[in-house]
C-alpha cells in the first residue's frame, strides 16, 4: 500500500505545472488579432475598441479598469492614439506590472515606418488632431503589421520563457502569411520575402522585378493593386496614409478640413471642386463616419465611395488582420475597375 502511494506521488509530482494563458489587454482590435496570432493558445487577449468605433474615442470606463486590472500584459498602438483615456484606465486599474515603462506595459509603435511626423516646433489644436509623434494608423501597412508582430512576439518571450519557443514559431508563421499575401506565392517561392521586401521598401520592387523577368508572377495585394498606382483618391479621415503609401495611391484631400474637425460646408465645396479638376475617382472612408458630406460629394462628382473597415472586426470581411488588409484592397480594385 505504501509502495502504490510513493508511486501515485511521483506520477503526481512529474505532471507538468499548470499555467493559465497570459491575459493581455490591447486598446484596438488589430492589436488583438496580431496578438492572439503571436500568442496561440497561451494567450487570452481582449480589445477595449472594437472594429467598428472611432479608436480615437474610446471612454475610460469603470468595466476596462477591472479589465486591466487583471492584465499581465497591456498593448498599445503607442504615437498619442490614446491619449485620451489609457491613462485613466491605467491609474483606475491600480495594476503596476501594466504601468509605462513596465514589462507588462507594450507600445507597438517602437521600430515603424512613421508618417506625418510634425516638422513645426509647436503643435497645439488649432492645428486638429495632429499628432507631435506621427500619424497613428501605421497598421494598415503591412511592412508595420510584421514589426507589430515582432514586438508583440519579444515582450511574450520576455513574459513567459517558457514559451518562447511556441511564440517564435507563431511569429515565423504568422510573417510567412503576411509575405505570401502581400506579393503572391508564385513570386515568393521564386525571389524568397527579403529581397521582395528590400525592393520593396526602398520603391524598386517594379524595376527588381522587371530585371527578373518575372513581372507577371507578382500576385498578391499589390499586384491587385499595381494597376492603380498613381491614383488619387479622397478620405475622410487621415487615417489611410500608410496604406496609401505603401500601395502607390495618393490621398488628393480629407473630407475633414483638420483631423478630427468634421467636415464644413466651405470645405466640402473645396472637395467636390478638386475632385472634378483632378479626376479623382475614388472616396475612401470608415463605416462608423457619417456618409452625409461623402454623399453630397458623390451626387455632385460621380466620385464612388468605398466604405471599409480600417481595423479589424469593423465589417464580416475584416475578421482578422490579413483579412482586414485583404478586404481593402478587394474592394479599392473593385471601385478602380468601374
Not at 72 to 84: P, V
Not at 102 to 116: A, F, K, M, N
Not at 169 to 174: C, E, H, T, W
Not at 183 to 189: N, P, Q, S, V, W
Amino acid at each position: 500500500m505504501k509502495s502504490q502511494l510513493c508511486l501515485l506521488l511521483a506520477w503526481f509530482f512529474t505532471l507538468p505545472a499548470f499555467a493559465e494563458p497570459l491575459r493581455i489587454v490591447t486598446t484596438t482590435s488589430d492589436l488583438k488579432s496580431v496578438a492572439e496570432e503571436i500568442g496561440g493558445d497561451k494567450v487570452g487577449a481582449i480589445s477595449l475598441a472594437s472594429g467598428d468605433e472611432d479608436p480615437h474615442f474610446i471612454q475610460a470606463k469603470p468595466s476596462y479598469m477591472m479589465k486591466a486590472k487583471r492584465a499581465d500584459l497591456w498593448i498599445r498602438i503607442g504615437l498619442e492614439l490614446e491619449i485620451g483615456y489609457e491613462g485613466l484606465i491605467l491609474d483606475g486599474s491600480r495594476n503596476h506590472k501594466i504601468r509605462v515603462g513596465q514589462p507588462g506595459h507594450l507600445d507597438t509603435s517602437e521600430g515603424v515606418i512613421r508618417l506625418e511626423v510634425p516638422t513645426t516646433q509647436k503643435v497645439d489644436r488649432s492645428m486638429g488632431d495632429i499628432h507631435p509623434l506621427g500619424n497613428p494608423h501605421y497598421w494598415l501597412d503591412p511592412w508595420n503589421g510584421k514589426i507589430i508582430a515582432q514586438n508583440i512576439c519579444r515582450r511574450l518571450c520576455q513574459l513567459d520563457p517558457a514559451n518562447a519557443d511556441a511564440y517564435q514559431k507563431n511569429y515565423a508563421a504568422f510573417c510567412g502569411k503576411v509575405d505570401r499575401a502581400m506579393f503572391g506565392d508564385a513570386l515568393i517561392e521564386k525571389l524568397g520575402p527579403d529581397a521582395l521586401w528590400n525592393a520593396e521598401l526602398d520603391n524598386t520592387l517594379d524595376a527588381f522585378v522587371k530585371q527578373k523577368d518575372l513581372e507577371p508572377a507578382l500576385g498578391g495585394w499589390v499586384g491587385k493593386l499595381r494597376p492603380y498606382r498613381g491614383r488619387k483618391i479622397i478620405t475622410y479621415h487621415r487615417s489611410w496614409s500608410y496604406f496609401a503609401n505603401r500601395f502607390g495611391l495618393i490621398v488628393a484631400d480629407e473630407l475633414e478640413p483638420k483631423p478630427g474637425i468634421p467636415p464644413s460646408p466651405g470645405h466640402v465645396v473645396d472637395v467636390i471642386n478638386k475632385v472634378k479638376a483632378e479626376e479623382v475617382k475614388v472616396l475612401l472612408m470608415e463605416p462608423f463616419y457619417s456618409r452625409n458630406a461623402p454623399e453630397l460629394v458623390a451626387n455632385h462628382t460621380g466620385i464612388k465611395i468605398v466604405e471599409v473597415a480600417n481595423s479589424v472586426g469593423g465589417q464580416p470581411e475584416a475578421a482578422d488582420y490579413l483579412s482586414l488588409i485583404s478586404n481593402i484592397v478587394e474592394r479599392l480594385a473593385d471601385a478602380f475597375k468601374e
